[in-house]
């Protein structure tokens, strides 16, 4: 990188070359997507720590990837976000077996809402967890990443009607161990 030039997201380090839209369109494209991304990164990573790293790197990489003077599409950021978790989960994997001793991982929060919305909330978020990954990164993807079934399927490298019908078979799951508990 050049000294004395600033560095923003879509630069090119090699030429310095400025890549990215004008600062608003940066300002207004990550304030409408940047919790989606979080909350994806978050749900991949299991850690609020970790998933702000992988959203990091991941946003530069979608950056870098896409045309000058546009924003990144959605669906290569989710599965930039997710190569990137991979990746990190296979590192904490090696660095765990070195050390014979993984540290804890935090909680990530799935649900936001205030407290007399807390119990639910935590039944809601052991239901999720409780599904296998592959309908749960589905779910993510749909609930909170708000892609179509046909995004989802590109960034999980399944087919679309793959992707739905995990989506189907999670929201059944998800019913049943919900009955009683809430209305449903």
């Not at 077996?97 to 919305?117: I, L, N, Y």
């Amino acid at each position: 990188m050049n000294p004395g030039v600033p560095f923003h997201p879509g630069t090119d380090e090699h030429t310095c070359v400025d890549k990215t839209p004008n600062p608003e369109d940066w300002d207004q494209w990550l304030a409408a997507h940047a919790g989606r991304f979080l909350l994806y990164a978050r749900e991949r990573t299991g850690s609020t720590a970790d998933a702000e790293d992988v959203l990091q790197d991941a946003l530069v990489e979608s950056w870098r990837r896409t045309p000058a003077g546009r924003t990144p599409d959605d669906a290569l950021v989710y599965a930039t976000i997710r190569r990137r978790a991979i990746d990190l989960g296979r590192s904490r994997d090696r660095r765990a077996r070195r050390e014979e001793k993984a540290a804890p991982e935090s909680e990530a929060v799935w649900f936001a809402c205030g407290v007399e919305q807390a119990e639910t909330a935590a039944l809601l978020e052991r239901a999720v967890r409780a599904l296998p990954e592959k309908q749960r990164e589905i779910i993510g993807l749909k609930v909170w990443g708000e892609l179509t079934f046909e995004e989802a399927a590109r960034v999980a490298g399944v087919p679309p009607a793959t992707a739905a019908s995990r989506y189907r078979y999670a929201l059944d799951e998800l019913r049943k161990r919900l009955k009683g508990v809430l209305d449903l």
